[in-house]
């Protein structure tokens, strides 16, 4: 079955320690996304790439970094910089004419 | 920048009843895109309607409908014949392209059986 994957679900980490979030997908879309989530807000972009080899920033880019080395994979780190951490992470994918198609979330919590 | 704007932080509604959601934005652009989307407690998104703002007749998809006011910037959801599987929050989205999409904060919708 096509769909995006995130991994782990839950991930916890100390203050001050980088961590990388995964996100695969096999559904072959260009562009992929990485939205935040907090208590009473709502998703708020951090990264996106519209092609291999390519990304921008979003709205809330300042503490993370991403790679687009492959089609299939966007991964995320989180690092030492940002200063609220602790989320729910969401990424998505998107084909041409199609909707956005999400992943099931990953749940940091930095201590 | 773009908002949307989800003034209904929470909403209860009967099971069989219907109930709408509001939603409004603020755009300069006169072509675009708006979504309503559900996340239940497994906090999957999921895309319940979209609508293009070239297009004058309302989306619907089986008991979902919107209420599309492109003069006012105003997309609200309408949910009849509510069911229990309805609980979520909703989330209205923004976006230029179809692509990047700018949320709304949320509406719980809680259903009462």
């Known amino acids: 079955d096509g769909g995006i994957t995130q991994s782990p679900k839950y991930l916890f980490r100390k203050e001050g320690q980088n961590v990388t979030l995964s996100c695969e997908q096999n559904?072959?879309?260009?562009?992929m996304y990485w939205y935040r989530q907090d208590p009473g807000q709502g998703l708020r972009l951090i990264y996106y790439?519209?092609?291999?080899?390519?990304?921008q920033k979003g709205d809330i880019a300042e503490g993370y970094s991403v790679s687009r080395e492959k089609k299939e994979s966007f991964p995320l780190t989180v690092t030492s910089a940002q200063k609220n951490p602790t989320a729910f992470y969401l990424c998505?994918?998107?084909?041409?004419?199609?909707?956005?198609?999400f992943g099931n979330g990953t749940r940091l919590t930095v201590t | 920048a773009q908002t949307v704007t989800q003034s209904q932080p929470e909403m209860s509604v009967q099971e069989a009843e219907t109930v709408t959601l509001s939603c409004t934005y603020d755009?300069?652009?006169?072509?675009?895109?708006l979504f309503w989307y559900k996340q239940p407690p497994s906090r999957q998104m999921i895309l319940v309607i979209r609508?293009?703002?070239?297009?004058?007749q309302n989306a619907t998809e089986n008991r979902f409908s919107v209420n599309f006011q492109k003069a006012a910037k105003s997309f609200s959801l309408k949910i009849s014949d509510s069911q229990l599987g309805d609980a979520a929050m909703y989330f209205c989205a923004y976006s230029r392209y179809g692509n990047k999409l700018v949320f709304g904060a949320g509406t719980i919708l809680r259903v009462k059986s």
């Open positions: 559904l072959n879309h260009d562009a």
């Open positions: 755009t300069s652009e006169s072509d675009y895109y």
């Open positions: 609508q293009e703002a070239y297009k004058q």
């Open positions: 998505a994918s998107k084909g041409f004419n199609s909707p956005l198609h």
């Open positions: 790439s519209q092609i291999v080899n390519d990304f």
